[in-house]
């Protein structure tokens, strides 16, 4: 079971997923993802990622990452986003 504001991402996050999490980070329903099962993500979920960070560092507040799998983190160096990426916040 997930806490509140916190969005699980599947493990294939490809279009469908990132509609979802913009719907919820839209409704301000989310604070951190849950990225532990990730094992492929698509362009529009990164994109969808970094704008909701860049969104809630405007208003004061963190996207809190939460234990980024191997995938998570491919996808954004794949993409030649790793700074990006760091912008973020981590936990285990």
Known sequence: MSAPHEFVMPGRS???AA???LEKL???AVRSIN???VE???TPMISVIVA???ALRKKGE???IKSPSDGFVNAFSDLGLFSE???LEFTK
């Open 40 to 42: 492929e993500m698509s």
């Open 85 to 87: 990426m760091m912008k």
């Open 19 to 21: 509609f979802e999490l």
């Open 14 to 16: 490809d279009a469908t």
């Open 62 to 64: 963190q996207l809190l």
């Open 52 to 54: 909701g960070g860049e």
């Open 26 to 28: 839209r409704a301000d």
């Open 35 to 37: 990225a532990s099962g």
